[in-house]
């Protein structure tokens, strides 16, 4: 039996991790096996400027603080070496990040599951989502969008001016 020290540790760790899950919009696990240190910390650099939280913990404590928080995990991918990334304001930061590395990983990093809003999501499902364009490429696809079709009606409404004047016009010089 663990010493008091050491369970007072565990449950601190799975109450904080209980509370990252909780506030995060989504979130990506991994098999982080085979990751150089200086990959690892490269990795980490890139996840933190984002503003993804991530943290290697053991499986048991993961699965406790995803039932806490209410997030699904299936129990079938959380056997290995398992790491957790979540973010609290970005949907695709994380899958993103972590599929780069992944694809370009060939020593055993890869996938396992993620989830968004507490649902869990497949790995295709999370590969899926990395290819999403970023919320700041969409806003800006959204505005040329409305832009293109704001320009198309004062397009239109001037080409039906233009024409109505012209008939208007057209009598007074005779």
């Known amino acids: ?34 990751i150089s240190v200086a990959d690892d910390t490269k990795l980490r650099k890139q996840l933190r400027e984002a503003g993804v939280v991530y943290t290697v913990a053991k499986n048991t404590l993961i699965k406790r603080a995803a039932a806490d928080a209410g997030v699904e995990i299936d129990d079938a991918v959380l056997n290995g070496t398992t790491a957790i990334a979540t973010c609290d304001s970005d949907y695709i930061a994380a899958a993103k990040i972590l599929n780069e590395y992944a694809e370009g990983d060939k020593k055993g990093f890869e996938i396992k599951a993620g989830f968004i809003d507490g649902k869990k999501m497949t790995v295709d499902e999370v590969k899926t989502l990395a290819k999403t364009p970023s919320r700041e490429t969409l806003l800006t696809q959204l505005a040329f969008g409305l832009n293109a079709t704001i320009q198309g009606l004062a397009i239109a409404i001037k080409a039906i001016a233009d024409k109505q004047s012209e008939g208007a016009e057209a009598p007074a010089a005779e």
């Open 1 to 34: 039996m663990p010493s008091k020290a050491v369970l007072e540790q565990k449950q601190a760790l799975v109450a904080d991790l209980s509370d990252r899950l909780k506030s995060s919009v989504a979130g990506v696990i991994v098999n982080y096996s085979g």
